[in-house]
């Protein structure tokens, strides 16, 4: 059995189908149950081990036509993804698995909206490579904290997005090495083609760049024009974006798992930045945070704008994308509407027992006396 490429899914099913070769081994079995599902936006990553998210993002490149269009040697695209891998720290957010996730919804954009008939495949290449890269390294603290601490990194980038040029210039020590280059057979301009349009993409996960790069991309929605390439380099910027922050895209049982890794790498920030003395974002304060205030504001200021007005360009994303953002929110508030009920509660109760108290001032002023 092949495995289906994207492009050309209907035709392959069908081929599937008709087959009579009943001798399928249990791997190939295997692979094929879980085509569908990795294609798609509702998958689980949870339950894969490195390995097997290694052997994932390998068989995208293949399944995309990478590897044969560019070239590539099938052992270094290993050999490359083995040492992506390595690059990622163990942070609670901050990690490989976050890295598969981001290029997970990359791939599944690139299928639902059919992106490989709409951009040349050197775009498809960038995309999907700078979804890889766009955390290497990641110290699991972020901008604010590297510029107030004035750490290394700050120092280095002169406080302009010091991660993202960090985690951009780690991705290319890595294809500096030979054995990890899968551009080695790329010519100069292509490669530089290649590095400029990852650095663009990578630039374009810092959050504190969100407004800028959306304006730009809402002034171009409406009279799109795939040849422009500012206007493609705009809707790549975007792309990468809407993947990097899309866990409340998924279905709950995957998503919530995310936020708790989320507090959990801001509460490990916050914490150091009580303990150093630096200024501490409310957002990131464990004393001030809950899950559902730290979502629900991201979500509808966020997450639903920016893929409403994607929307506009792939209609198709709205039951696959935006319709679970919304259940996601309206999830969220009501989550939000029971916490805000039992603060209440308490308060009553606090007050309750204040005025107990108030009531009972003979038996303090009998209890001064014997004092
Ligand atoms: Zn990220």
Not at 8 to 24: A, E, H, R, V, Y
Not at 54 to 83: A, Q
Not at 107 to 136: G, R, W
Not at 142 to 161: G, K, P, W
């Amino acid at each position: 059995y092949k495995i289906n490429r994207c492009k050309k899914k209907k035709k392959k099913n069908k081929k599937i189908k008709g087959s009579k070769d009943m001798t399928i081994t249990k791997t190939i079995y295997m692979y094929f149950l879980y085509i569908p599902t990795y294609m798609l936006p509702t998958f689980d990553a949870w339950q894969w081990e490195p390995n097997e998210m290694l052997s994932c993002l390998e068989h995208m490149y293949h399944d995309l036509g990478l590897v044969k269009d560019f070239n590539m040697n099938p052992i270094t695209l290993k050999r490359w993804l083995l040492c992506i891998h390595d690059n990622y720290r163990n942070n609670p957010f901050h990690n490989f698995r976050h890295c598969f996730c981001v290029t997970q919804m990359m791939y599944s954009m690139i299928c639902l909206c059919n992106l490989q008939e709409k951009l040349p495949q050197v775009d498809i290449l960038i995309l999907m490579t700078a979804a890889v890269c766009h955390d290497l390294d990641h110290p699991g603290y972020n901008n604010t904290y590297q510029i107030n601490a004035r750490t290394e990194l700050a120092v280095r980038y002169n406080d302009l997005s010091p991660l993202e040029n960090h985690h951009c210039a780690v991705a290319f020590q890595i294809f500096s090495q030979p054995d990890c280059n899968i551009f080695s057979k790329f010519d100069p301009e292509a490669f530089k083609q290649i590095r400029q349009g990852t650095i663009t993409l990578i630039l374009a996960t810092d959050m504190a760049r969100h407004g800028e790069i959306l304006d730009s991309f809402k002034q171009k929605v409406d009279g799109f024009d795939y040849a422009d390439e500012e206007h493609v380099t705009c809707l790549k910027m975007v792309l990468i974006k809407c993947c990097d922050i899309s866990n409340e895209v998924r279905p709950m049982e995957v998503a919530e798992p995310w936020v708790d890794c989320l507090l959990e790498e801001y509460f490990m920030q916050s914490d150091r930045e009580k303990s150093e003395g630096l200024p501490v974002a409310p957002f990131m304060d464990r004393e001030k945070v809950t899950k559902p205030t730290a979502q629900i504001g991201f979500i509808k200021f966020v997450l639903i704008p920016m893929f409403e007005t994607v929307m506009k360009l792939f209609p198709q994303i709205e039951e696959a994308m935006v319709q679970p953002l919304r259940e996601s929110r309206d999830r969220y508030e009501e989550l939000k509407q029971i916490d805000d009920a039992m603060n209440e509660v308490q308060v009553l109760q606090m007050i309750q027992s204040a005025e107990e108290e108030e009531r009972e001032p003979d038996d303090w002023r009998e209890e001064e006396v014997s004092v």
